[in-house]
Structure formats: C-alpha cells, structure tokens
C-alpha cells in the first residue's frame, strides 16, 4: 500500500544546531507539503512543493528550507535550531493542483529544542 | 486571506449523545471543505469533505454540509461513541493553489 512515512518520530535537538526531518512518500503524489502543529494555532503551512525542483515559502517559512530533488522526499531542514520551533510537524502529499484533492499526511515528528 | 474558525474545546459529552462542531470559513471564490480528525498520537486523516455548495459530506456516521449562503460546514453525528474521542479540524482549500487552511482544532471527550 502506498503511504508517507517521516522520520525520526522523536528528535531532541540543542539550540542553533541544524536539524533535517525526512518525509517520504510512496503516492507518486507531485505536491507535498510541511505543516506544524502548536496548541491553539491548528496546523500552518511551512514550505511546500508543487514538483521537483520546485519550492515555495508557505504562512511560517522563517528559519526553515526545503528541497525537491526527486518526486519521493521532501526533506525540512531547520538552518539553526531555536526554541520557538518546538512542536510538531507534518508532512503530507497530494496528487495534483486541484482544489479538490486530498492531502495525505504521514505520522508526525515531534521536535524539542532545548 | 483564507481563515477558518471553529468552536474552542474541549467538548465533552456522553455516550449516545448528539455531536455539533461548528465550522464557518473566509475565502475567495468556492473552496473545497474539509474535515480531519486527529487521534491521539497520530497524523491527520481524512474524514470527509465537500467540493461544492450544497454537497453532503459523510464517513462513519459524520456528516457534514457545504452551505455557501452562511460560510459553514458544520460537522454532525447523531450517536457518539467513546472512540470518537479525538481532535477535529475543520479546513479549506482554495482554487487559486492546493493548499489547506486549517480551524484551530476542537478536542472531543466521550465518556462511557
């Protein structure tokens, strides 16, 4: 069965150290995206992609970056790890642009920056 | 921009009971309607959705109506059970992109 894994499922990491969370996708979906999750807030939106080599800043972009090198992974990394990036973050795919489609998303990483 | 708006929990009820989660959204043009439920631990998972005005969304006993007129997509279940205790997100995603909006979330507890 396809699926979206990401990895690691836990990661406890230090202040200003640089920090990859892995998504993969087995959908062979071309848009996948990166959310977090922080009490009171639902999920915003971080970077997304519509195919490889595409990528685009979403509603939280600052202080993270992605990139597309081949349709199945859609990796976020943290360039220096801060506190206020606690929390959990989700990866998810969809198929297409179309405004109907359903993004699937994987499990979730939980992050800690001590 | 895009918002969605739900009801705060967390809504606790019995057993049996009727469910209401209140959804109301902004957005230009006509978006597609969502909702994802979340149980604990775990990712987002689709729970059903709506892609026009008027469209009836359902998926275990959940329903959910697309009503453009009042900007709403209210979730309903007649009999709630214990293991529908979980967080629920409403969320709309708009024609100009394929990206979701997404409510702040509502927590649900059932009791026996």
């Known amino acids: 069965d396809a699926e979206i894994t990401q990895s690691p499922r836990h990661k406890i990491t230090e202040t200003g150290r640089q920090v990859t969370l892995a998504c993969h996708q087995t959908?062979?979906?071309?848009?996948m995206f990166w959310y977090r999750q922080d009490l009171g807030h639902g999920l915003r939106l971080i970077h997304y992609?519509?195919?490889?080599?595409?990528?685009n800043k979403g509603e939280v972009s600052d202080g993270y970056s992605v990139s597309r090198s081949n349709t199945e992974d859609l990796p976020l990394t943290l360039e220096s790890a801060a506190s206020s990036q606690t929390s959990v973050y989700f990866c998810?795919?969809?198929?297409?642009?179309?405004?109907?489609?359903?993004?699937?998303f994987g499990p979730g990483t939980r992050l800690t920056v001590l | 921009g895009n918002s969605v708006t739900q009801m705060e929990g967390p809504v606790t009820l019995s057993e049996e009971a009727f469910l209401t989660i209140n959804c109301t959204y902004t957005?230009?043009?006509?978006?597609?309607l969502f909702w994802y439920v979340q149980y604990p631990g775990e990712g987002l998972q689709l729970l059903l959705k709506?892609?026009?005005?008027?469209d009836k969304g359902s998926n275990k006993g959940f329903e959910a109506t697309y009503r453009k007129e009042t900007t709403s997509f209210h979730l309903e279940k007649g009999s709630v059970q214990v293991s529908d205790s979980a967080v629920y997100f409403c969320?709309?995603?708009?024609?100009?992109?394929?990206?979701?909006?997404f409510g702040g979330g509502t927590r649900l507890m059932v009791k026996p």
């Open positions: 998810a795919s969809s198929e297409s642009g179309r405004s109907t489609d359903t993004q699937y």
């Open positions: 959908w062979n979906h071309n848009n």
């Open positions: 992609s519509y195919g490889v080599q595409d990528t």
């Open positions: 957005a230009t043009g006509y978006p597609s």
């Open positions: 709506a892609t026009k005005a008027d």
């Open positions: 969320a709309l995603q708009d024609r100009a992109g394929n990206m979701l909006t």
